[in-house]
């Protein structure tokens, strides 16, 4: 089985920086795209950033030149480095993976539980 943790979030004043974690484990045989997507209150789940196997990235254009997004395929792990933070950046992240798993033996995508990202004016 796998499974998706987010680690890193928390509360943090506008111009500040934090680096959100996300690290998968279980039967993992393969990872093709992992990403970051948000959501505040409100309003529906968008889409912050992508990175495939192949390390081509995708940003959303609010948080293009200030977030970066990279991975550690040895860790299964992906990154996501918040600077010059915004209110408006205030929501719970979570980390999505696209996996192929044994046992299952095709790709499925795996969503982690979320990190509150609080960032206060």
């Known amino acids: 089985q796998v499974r998706l943790v987010e680690s890193g979030g928390g509360l943090v004043q506008a111009g500040g920086s934090l680096r959100l974690s996300c690290a998968a484990s279980g039967s993992i045989l393969s990872i093709n795209t992992m990403g970051w997507y948000r959501q505040a209150p409100g309003k529906q789940r968008e889409l912050v950033a992508t990175i495939t196997s192949g390390g081509s990235t995708n940003y959303a254009d609010s948080v293009k030149g200030r977030f970066t997004i990279s991975r550690d395929n040895a860790k299964n792990t992906v990154y996501l480095q918040m600077n010059s933070l915004k209110p408006e950046d205030t929501a719970v992240y979570y980390c999505?993976?696209?996996?192929?798993?044994?046992?299952?033996?095709?790709?499925?995508?795996?969503w982690g539980q979320g990190t509150q990202v609080t960032v206060s004016s």
């Open positions: 999505n993976a696209d996996v192929m798993a044994r046992v299952i033996l095709t790709f499925r995508s795996y």
